[in-house]
Structures are given as structure tokens and as C-alpha cells.
């Protein structure tokens, strides 16, 4: 999938994943893309949860190896 | 109408243990799109603080707290070195000790430190509002604390605390 920008949150613990998610969208514009990498098993449900609140799109949530990868579609 | 979810958090304690609680949610909730305030009264001061290095943690009668060692092999980590009361209490300097490893076992998972936390809560609008009889009470000046929070009272705390989604004591 295409996206405008990446995060990498890899070896981050709650919350700075979502913290860091938060602030990466917030210097995009609407419709852009993000893709984050993370380590931290609890950011599955944390970026669901994420997503769901702020009412930026989840596009797809993915684990391979230990790593989860999350594409958000900016609100 | 305005729609935006309200957080206020009362913090109360004075430990690097406890100032996790507040600062995760209060920075998080922003994150969230909460408008948030955590009002710092009695110990909850020390959060406060320029200088954060008063924030320490105390093994000594917490029993919920594994101490365990944040180097070594994985079978020297995995020991929870359970430190009688009467012991920790005896040894000068144990709560420094416990204090650098704590930091240390913080930093080898990848949790925020306190100061990265506290910023990030400022950077995302979170209002601080320090209890101004316990700043008095206590004998600090307002130049022991960090610039940008306000003083207030416990009517100043309901102002806000009245309006709001959640209301959390810590």
C-alpha cells in the first residue's frame, strides 16, 4: 500500500506510540496516508482504540515477526 | 454546543512510580482529542519541579513492588530479590539504588521518562495547575516549578473538574 509518510515506533512502549502517531498526522493534510511500525503487542488494541476515538481511519493492522504495522488514513 | 470530551486528574503523589499514572493519561487523552487539566496538590508538587531528579521510588513496604536487576543474563534478571523491610530500611542510600535501576529497567523497555512525558503533555496543551496552599504549605516558591502551569485553588479545580467526561484521583 501507498503512503505519505512513515513513523517507525519500533522499540517504544506505551503511550509514545500514540503519541507520536498523533503528532505525525497532525503535519499532514486530510486524505495523506501514514504507515507506523511498532514492537509494543499493546498497540494492536491502542491504535484500534486510536482510531476509533480521533476518527482517523484505520486502513489495515498487521503483525509479521514482532513487528506491527498500522496504515492510518489522516481525518 | 461543544462537544469536546473533558479530562481533569487530581495527582497527589510525589514517587517516579506514581507520576507515570497521570502524566500517561493526561498526554494520551490529548492525543485523543481530549481538552485535559491535572491539578498537582500535596506530593504531587514534586512533578512539578524543575529539577525531577527529587522523583524517586521506594521498595521499602511496597510489596508489589519486583525488584528485579536490569542487567545480567536473562536467569539473573528473572530473580526478584525480595529484600526484607527491616533490611532496605537499614541501608544507606537504597532508595537512590533502587531509584538507577528503576530508570534504567524504564529505559531498556522503551517507557518514557518522566521530563519526555511531562513535555509532551505541555506540547499537547495539557494545563497544569499547581495547588497553591500546598505550595505554600510546603515552603516552595513559584521558581522551583516549570514555567506555563498556573496557581489555583480547590474552587479553580472544580471550574474545570464540573465539565468534565472524567474525573480521575491519583
Redesign the interface.
Known sequence: MNFDKELDAK??????P??R??KALNDMTSGQILRVIA??PGSVKDFAA?AK??GNELLTSAEAGGEYTFFIKRK | MDDTKKLAIIATKGTLDWAYPPF?LA??AA???YETQIFFTFYGLQMLRKDLSCLKVSPLGNPGMPMKMPFGPKWFKDINWNIPNAVQSLIPGYESLATTLMKQTIKN????TIPELRE?CQE?EVKFIACQMTVELFGFEHSDFIDGIEYGGAATFFEFAGETDICLFI
Open positions: 522499540g517504544l512502549n506505551c503511550p509514545l500514540i503519541l502517531c498523533k514492537t509494543d486510536f476515538q480521533t | 500517561i498526554s494520551t492525543a485523543l482529542g523497555n522503551g517507557v518514557a509532551l499537547a
